[in-house]
C-alpha cells in the first residue's frame, strides 16, 4: 500500500481544512489535504455567504484576500424587520468601524484551491478518508481511498476538518467525548435566483408566519431564505409559491416589493446547534463543522471554522519554529472559548427572529418586546453589531 510523509495531514478541503494548509505553507510547514468529493463538487457547493471582518483579514493575510476585495459587496448594516416596519442596525458605526462582505462560500473554497494548485502543493480529490489511528502517538495515520488504491498519509498531527459527517470526529475515543446539541424543529428553504437583490443591506425579517431573511451574491444574484419544516418537501415549493410566500414574510409598511427572476438553485437546511468537546485529543485536532455546528441566522458556521484555524495555525507555527507546544495545548480551551459565545449568539438570535410552533400568543409579544428593545436601544443594537461583525478571534 502506497504510503507517505508530511508534517500536517489534513482531513477536508472545505473553508477550514484550505485556510489551513494556506497558513502553514506560508509559513514553510508542509501538508496533504485528503477530499473526498470532486473539485467541480466543493466548488459549486452553495453554502455561506457573510465573512466577518477578522475572516476577511484572514483572507488577505494568507495571501488570497484580492478576489474578495474585488468582487465581495462591503456591508455596514442589517435591516431588522417585525410588525411590517423596518430597523437598521449600523453595524460599522457600532463596531468602532468594522465591516462584513458578502462573498460566497464557494468563491472562498475557489480562491484557496487555486492558490494551492498553483503552487503545486498536494490537494487530492475524490479521495476518501477511511480511518484516522495512531491518534495517541507522535505518528497518526490517515488511510484514504484514492482511484481505486489504498493509500496511508503518515503525519505529525492531524488536522480534522471534515465537517459534520467526517470520520475525525468520530476518530476521537467516544469517553473522552463530550457532545451538546439542539435541534431546532424548523428548517431553513434557500433559494438562489438571478434577481437583482430589492434591497442593498440584508434583511432578517420575523413575521408571524415564519423568519425569513433576504440576502444577494452580486448585484444581479439574490439568496433568500424562508423558515420551513425540517423535514419539508421541496416539491410542494413550486417557485410562485416560494416568493409569495418571502414576499408576505418580507412586507413592509413603505409598500417593499421583491424583484423577481429565475431560481438557479433550492435547497433545504435543517437548523442545529451542536458542540463536540474537548477540540483535540493527542495528536488528533478539530476544526470548523467537524467539532461545533451552528444554526444558519447570523452567519457564523464559515467565519468560526476560519477562526478556529487562526488558533491553531499560530500553534503549528510556534511548534515547528520553536518547539513549543504550549499552543497545542491550549488550542481546545481557547478555541472552545470563542465557539460557545458565536453558539450562544447563533441561538439567541434564531429563538429571538423564529415561529415556534409550541410558543403561546405570550411568548410571541415576549419576541416582539425584546426586538423593539434591542431597536431603540444604543446598548442593544451594539450587542447585536459586535457579535454579527465578529468577536475577536482571540
Ligand atoms: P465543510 O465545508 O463541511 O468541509 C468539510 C469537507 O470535508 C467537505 O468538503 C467534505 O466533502 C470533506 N469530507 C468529509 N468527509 C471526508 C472524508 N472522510 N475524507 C475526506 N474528506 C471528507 N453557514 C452560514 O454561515 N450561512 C449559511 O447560509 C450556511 N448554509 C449552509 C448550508 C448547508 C447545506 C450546510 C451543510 C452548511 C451551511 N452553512 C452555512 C455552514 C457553513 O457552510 C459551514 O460552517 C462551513 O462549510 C464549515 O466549513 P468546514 O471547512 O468546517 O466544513
Ligand atoms: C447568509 C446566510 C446567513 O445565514 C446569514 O445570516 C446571512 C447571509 C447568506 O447566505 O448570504
Not at 470532486?38 to 465573512?51: C, Q, T
Not at 434564531?350 to 409579544?365: A, G, N, Q, V
Amino acid at each position: 500500500m502506497p504510503a507517505t510523509r508530511t508534517q500536517v495531514g489534513i482531513v477536508g478541503a472545505g473553508p477550514a481544512g484550505l485556510l489551513l494548509g494556506q497558513v502553514l505553507a506560508n509559513a514553510g510547514i508542509d501538508s496533504v489535504v485528503i477530499e473526498a468529493q470532486s473539485r467541480a463538487y466543493v466548488e459549486s457547493r452553495v453554502r455561506a455567504g457573510l465573512m466577518e471582518h477578522d475572516a476577511c483579514q484572514q483572507m488577505r493575510d494568507a495571501g488570497v484576500g484580492a478576489r474578495m476585495d474585488r468582487e465581495g459587496l462591503v456591508h455596514e448594516g442589517i435591516i431588522l424587520r417585525f410588525g411590517g416596519t423596518s430597523h437598521r442596525i449600523p453595524l460599522t458605526e457600532l463596531s468602532g468601524g468594522r465591516q462584513v462582505r458578502v462573498y460566497g462560500q464557494q468563491e472562498v473554497v475557489k480562491d484557496l484551491i487555486a492558490a494551492r494548485l498553483a503552487a503545486g502543493l498536494p490537494l487530492h480529490f475524490e479521495a476518501h478518508g477511511t480511518s484516522i489511528t495512531g491518534i495517541d502517538t507522535p505518528r497518526p495515520v490517515i488511510a484514504y481511498r484514492h482511484q481505486g488504491q489504498d493509500h496511508q498519509l503518515e503525519c505529525d498531527i492531524v488536522a480534522g476538518c471534515d465537517g459534520f459527517h467526517g470520520i475525525s470526529r468520530a476518530a476521537m475515543p467516544a469517553d473522552v467525548l463530550k457532545v451538546f446539541e439542539r435541534v431546532y424543529p424548523f428548517g431553513w428553504l434557500g433559494i438562489l435566483a438571478d434577481a437583482a437583490p430589492a434591497s442593498h443591506e440584508l434583511i432578517y425579517a420575523s413575521h408571524d408566519h415564519g423568519f425569513s431573511l433576504l440576502s444577494m451574491r452580486s448585484p444581479t444574484v439574490s439568496r433568500l431564505y424562508l423558515q420551513c419544516a425540517p423535514d419539508e418537501d421541496l416539491s410542494e415549493w413550486p417557485d410562485s409559491r416560494i416568493w409569495d410566500e418571502l414576499e408576505t414574510r418580507l412586507a413592509d409598511d413603505q409598500g417593499f416589493r421583491l424583484t423577481r427572476g429565475p431560481i438557479t438553485q433550492k435547497g433545504i437546511t435543517p437548523l442545529r446547534s451542536f458542540v463536540a468537546e474537548p477540540l483535540r485529543h493527542g495528536t488528533l485536532f478539530l476544526l470548523g463543522d467537524a467539532a461545533h455546528i451552528v444554526p444558519p441566522t447570523g452567519a457564523k458556521g464559515l467565519n468560526l471554522a476560519f477562526a478556529d484555524v487562526h488558533v491553531l495555525g499560530h500553534a503549528l507555527i510556534d511548534r515547528y519554529r520553536t518547539g513549543s507546544n504550549a499552543g497545542l495545548d491550549t488550542y481546545s480551551a481557547t478555541a472552545l472559548r470563542r465557539v460557545w459565545k458565536a453558539e450562544r449568539f447563533s441561538w439567541w438570535l434564531t429563538t429571538l427572529m423564529h415561529r415556534f410552533d409550541s410558543h403561546s400568543p405570550f411568548e410571541r409579544r415576549m419576541q416582539l418586546a425584546e426586538l423593539d428593545y434591542l431597536t431603540t436601544s444604543r446598548a442593544g443594537m451594539t450587542t447585536i453589531a459586535e457579535n454579527y461583525v465578529g468577536l475577536p478571534l482571540l
